[in-house]
């Protein structure tokens, strides 16, 4: 499974952005797909996840209310709408595909593939 992230970008505070996440290869193997977040000097942290089929989603306290993620399967894509931007969410965000049928949807070590990673930037 390969995952492409797109949609990142500078951005004014209090604006919106949604990131894209392409699936190729053998999506089938996907149980669940997240997205995790990293800013400078900082640890990988979860931010949204989505269950492949049944579409749950769980997401971080920090980003509740303010992002969406969803996914559209016959285009085996997963977004991340972020809306109401903070200078805070600045960091680069990956996105990440598992293929373990149980797990947490929170921790990044049990996720099996990773995109490239998309920066947003967002000023004050």
């Known amino acids: 499974v390969q995952l492409q992230a797109s949609g990142g970008g500078l951005v004014q505070a209090g604006g919106s952005l949604i990131l894209s996440c392409a699936a190729s290869g053998r999506t089938s193997n996907i149980y669940r797909m997240g997205w995790f977040r990293q800013a400078p000097g900082k640890e990988r942290v979860f931010v949204a996840g989505i269950s492949w089929n049944g579409g749950r989603t769980t997401y971080s306290d920090s980003v509740k209310g303010r992002f969406t993620i969803s996914r559209d399967n016959a285009k085996n894509t997963v977004y991340l709408q972020m809306n109401s931007l903070k200078p805070e969410d600045t960091a680069v965000y990956y996105c990440?595909?598992?293929?373990?049928?149980?797990?947490?949807?929170?921790?990044?070590?049990?996720?099996?593939?990773w995109g490239q990673g998309t920066q947003v930037t967002v000023s004050s």
């Open positions: 990440a595909g598992s293929s373990r049928p149980l797990g947490s949807v929170s921790a990044s070590d049990g996720y099996d593939y």
